[in-house]
């Protein structure tokens, strides 16, 4: 019987010992001390419980600390009430907006690298939108979505002619993508206007 086998740490000792070692960088193990380990767990036996525990974990089920039902309701209890107020969220809205948001590129959406030329800027989606009375033109639409968007009739970006472009909801222009349907679809609509 080695002198380690049955000593156990005493409460402050192991504590201290958690303290030391608190913030120290994590070391990989040598070889010679991942040998060292292995042999030291060989004929170790588990519970079916802590068999279960470490299953749980490796599968992802239970990463990082496993939280009695206690501690997480002392979680929640300091937690409650945090959320941001409506005022709070407007505001932190309006900051990011522009050149206050970090994502902020100078505006690249006219840049050499831009699918859109410069003719199709806002005033030009705006004449369209007022034309199409702020209303999605896609007669088959149930969403009506608030969010309104010019649609190049035959997805060419380049051809900015009022008579090329047409406004949809967000909803009905991210399913236009079956070109041939929504092309002619959206011609008849568009020449139906000017006959």
Not at 18 to 37: A, C, D, N, V
Not at 68 to 80: D, N, R, Y
Not at 86 to 94: A, F, Y
Not at 155 to 184: D, V
Request: proline letters at 5%; a positive charge; aromatic letters at 8%.
């Amino acid at each position: 019987m080695s002198v380690k086998e049955g000593f156990k740490h005493t409460e402050e000792t192991k504590r201290k010992m958690s303290e030391t070692l608190k913030g120290r960088p994590k070391k990989p193990f040598t070889e010679e001390h991942k040998k060292k380990i292995s042999k030291a767990n060989k004929g170790r036996v588990f519970t079916e419980e802590h068999k279960k525990k470490l299953s749980e974990t490796a599968k992802g089920k239970n990463k990082g600390r496993l939280r009695s039902e206690e501690h997480k309701k002392k979680i929640s209890e300091a937690l409650k009430g945090r959320s941001l107020s409506e005022e709070t969220r407007k505001k932190i809205s309006k900051a990011m907006i522009g050149q206050s948001n970090p994502n902020w590129r100078g505006g690249p959406s006219f840049s050499p690298y831009s699918p859109y030329p410069p003719i199709f800027n806002n005033e030009l989606k705006q004449f369209v939108k007022d034309r199409d009375n702020n209303e999605c033109q896609n007669p088959y639409c149930n969403y009506k979505s608030k969010k309104l968007t010019v649609h190049h009739i035959n997805y060419n970006k380049n051809n900015c002619s009022q008579f090329n472009l047409i406004t949809l909801c967000n909803s009905c222009n991210s399913k236009a993508n079956n070109i041939h349907r929504w092309q002619r679809l959206y011609k008849k609509i568009l020449w139906s206007k000017y006959e």
